[in-house]
C-alpha cells in the first residue's frame, strides 16, 4: 500500500483486469459484461437487460444489483453512477494504487438465483520464496448484502483454526464445493507471480467464475482470533 507496484492498478481495475485474467486462465472464468463507460446518463440503461449488475472499476463496495429496473428510479441510478466516478478511492483507506484506474462503471450480467447473488469464496493466497506450495485459506460467505456470515477453511477444507474478528460464522455443516480442486488451480496459477493475493469465486449453473482480485482486502486491516495468527 505505502509503494504499489504499477501492476497493482491493472489488477484493481475491474475493466482491465479482464484482460489480464482471460491471458492468464481464459475467457470461460469472466463474468459476462454488457458493456463500460465513462459517462452515465438515463439513456445508458436503455439497452441493458432488466436485471444487471452496475459497479465502479477503480473502487471496492460501489456495487449495486439491480434485479428489474422497470422497478428502479433510473434517474437515481445515473446519479448514484455519476457519484462513483467522482470519487477517489484511493484516499479513503491509503490504498494509493487505486488513483491510477481511470474511473468508469461496468456493467455485468446478474448471477442470480431467486434474485439473491451466489455464496462468496475468497481464496487468500501466500507465496514464501522457500516454500514450494503457498498457504491458502478461504472465506466461504453467505448473504453478503444482508445477515452475512464467513467460515474459514484451509486448502483441504478442513476449518481454518483461527477467525476473522467481527464476522459471524454459520452454525450449519458447509459442503466443500465440488470445483475446489479447479479454483485452488486457478487461484494458485493467478497469483503465482505475487506475495499476497486474494482470488474471489463464484459458482453458478456449475460454471466458476472470478468475482475479482484484491491485494489489499479491507485495506490491509483484517484481524483474527486467536490473535497470534495477526502475526
Known amino acids: 500500500m505505502r509503494f504499489p507496484q504499477p501492476v497493482f492498478s491493472l489488477l484493481a481495475d475491474k475493466v482491465l483486469v479482464r484482460e489480464h485474467i482471460a491471458n492468464v486462465i481464459g475467457e470461460r472464468y469472466l463474468v459476462p459484461c454488457f458493456f463500460s463507460c465513462k459517462t452515465v446518463t438515463t439513456s445508458t440503461f ?13 473502487s471496492a463496495g460501489q456495487v449495486k444489483i439491480v ?13 448514484l453512477a455519476n457519484e462513483w466516478l467522482r470519487s477517489d478511492f484511493s484516499s479513503v483507506a491509503r490504498e494509493k494504487h487505486y488513483g491510477n484506474i481511470e474511473p468508469q462503471i461496468i456493467f455485468e450480467h446478474a448471477l442470480l438465483t431467486n434474485g439473491c447473488p451466489p455464496a462468496d469464496y475468497k481464496f487468500n493466497v501466500f507465496n514464501e520464496p522457500n516454500n514450494s506450495e503457498p498457504y491458502i485459506f478461504i472465506q466461504y ?10 467460515n474459514l477453511f484451509l486448502e483441504d477444507w478442513s476449518p481454518a483454526p483461527f477467525e476473522r474478528s467481527g464476522q459471524k460464522s454459520s452454525n450449519t455443516r458447509i459442503e466443500a464445493p465440488t470445483a475446489l480442486n479447479e479454483m485452488l ?17 463464484y459458482l453458478y449453473d456449475d460454471k466458476i467464475y472470478i468475482g475479482e482480485l484484491t491485494l489489499t482486502p479491507a485495506a490491509g486491516n483484517y484481524t483474527f482470533n486467536p490473535p497470534e495468527y495477526n502475526t
Request: charged fraction near 25%; proline fraction near 2%.
Open 46 to 58: 436503455d439497452s441493458l437487460p432488466n436485471a444487471f449488475v452496475m459497479k465502479a472499476n477503480h
Open 67 to 79: 434485479t428489474d429496473k422497470r422497478n428502479e428510479d433510473i434517474q437515481g441510478l445515473t446519479t
Open 141 to 150: 460467505m453467505q448473504d453478503r448484502f444482508g445477515a452475512i456470515t464467513q
Open 185 to 201: 488451480c486457478v487461484a494458485k496459477k493467478l497469483s503465482e507471480h505475487f506475495g499476497y493475493m486474494r482470488v474471489d469465486f
